[in-house]
T-cell receptor
Framework: DTAVSQTPKYLVTQMGNDKSIKCEQN?????MYWYKQDSKKFLKIMFS???????INETVPNRFSPKSPDKAHLNLHINSLELGDSAVYFC???????????FGPGTRLTVL | GENVEQHPSTLSVQEGDSAVIKCTYS??????FPWYKQELGKRPQLIID?????GEKKDQRIAVTLNKTAKHFSLHITETQPEDSAVYFC????????????FGKGTHLIIQP
């Protein structure tokens, strides 16, 4: 059983396009996250969300937006893609903030 | 916001020897400190975590120590094996709500046969 899943696994697109990455967790967790891992392997939180609050890392451009249709899903929408957006994006979930986070398999985004 | 520093960036040890990775954090409100292992092309996976009300935690060959006063925590791996080769990340969180993890920059651990 896959605890946290993401689609697609790979995403190759042109600059200026709009794309989405989907994330689903079947752990019954209340909190979900999006992280960006750059080419130097640095992991940085982008968003964290539960049904009460959305926390946005101040360094994230407003071209990025999370959308949660329900508690089990947190999708990532990216508008007007730029070369610098190329990275691996990980979704994660936990029961609450400050507890074990389970990561999805990652989505490798390449912007040409 | 929180800032987590991690050292060294690369660590090479002989198989069977011990490895130690150190991290410091800046936010005294942080109270949850996990360590993640990431193999090439894979997702980060939790290997051990510690909360601020505990000074040390051990799980077989892996241990973590926490010094709240000095705001630093360390990962200790004993009797290293080839499968321990990976990138290790420390992280910190203030906990509660929707607070996520602030990660260190990672340590590439290489186990020499």
């Amino acid at each position: 059983d896959t605890a946290v899943s993401q689609t697609p696994k790979y995403l190759v697109t042109q600059m200026g396009n709009d794309k989405s990455i989907k994330c689903e967790q079947n752990l019954g967790h209340d909190t979900m996250y999006w992280y960006k891992q750059d080419s130097k392997k640095f992991l940085k939180i982008m968003f964290s969300y539960n049904n009460k609050e959305l926390i946005i890392n101040e360094t994230v451009p407003n071209r990025f937006s999370p959308k949660s249709p329900d508690k089990a899903h947190l999708n990532l929408h990216i508008n007007s893609l730029e070369l610098g957006d190329s990275a691996v994006y990980f979704c994660a979930s936990s029961q609450e903030g400050g507890s074990q986070e389970y990561f999805g398999p990652g989505t490798r985004l390449t912007v040409l | 916001g929180e800032n987590v520093e991690q050292h060294p960036s690369t660590l090479s040890v002989q198989e069977g020897d011990s490895a130690v990775i150190k991290c410091t954090y800046s936010d005294s409100a942080s109270n949850y400190f996990p360590w993640y292992k990431q193999e090439l092309g894979k997702r980060p996976q939790l290997i051990i975590d510690i909360r601020s009300n505990v000074g040390e935690k051990k799980d077989q060959r892996i241990a973590v120590t926490l010094n709240k006063t000095a705001k630093h925590f360390s990962l200790h791996i004993t009797e290293t094996q080839p499968e321990d080769s990976a990138v290790y990340f420390c992280a910190a969180s203030t906990g509660g709500g929707a607070d996520g993890l602030t990660f260190g920059k990672g340590t590439h651990l290489i186990i020499q046969p």
